[in-house]
């Protein structure tokens, strides 16, 4: 029995930073992950190490200007995403260059009822390609692989 990988990956027309992506998901329900108490979010770093940080929800405003940071633009980054009210989340992961973000489904996965071995990929493309609309979204490529 292998496992299951499920992401959509998002291009954009110019670079998003965290901060616009965040702000665009904010106002459809999302928010940075507090579910532990505290922000995770991720760095990579010139050795391809990713390393994974905590920090307060206080200092949210400090962890989004350190991911947009000019010097971690060749770099990638990440940050845990959470929607409350539907009680799901997953990691945006944002590529070197910024014009390529993936949300990967790893909190609280929402499976589809008829066949829950799958991702609900069309809930987490309704919940999340409306709010990209209007930050420069040229397409999306949602997949669900089994390894």
Known sequence: MGSRDADIDFTFTDP???RA???A???VGWSMDVSLGGLSYMIDDADGMFEWYGSSPADANEVLARLDAPGN???SVAVDVYHPEAGTGGMLLFMPGRTEVAFVPTIDRRRIPAA???TD???YLHAL???FVGTGLEGYEAVEIKH
């Open 16 to 18: 998003i930073t965290v």
């Open 21 to 23: 992506a965040l702000d």
């Open 25 to 27: 998901l904010a106002r």
């Open 73 to 75: 633009l060749p770099y």
């Open 116 to 118: 829950p071995e799958f």
């Open 121 to 123: 990929l069309a809930w």
């Open 129 to 131: 390609v409306p709010a």
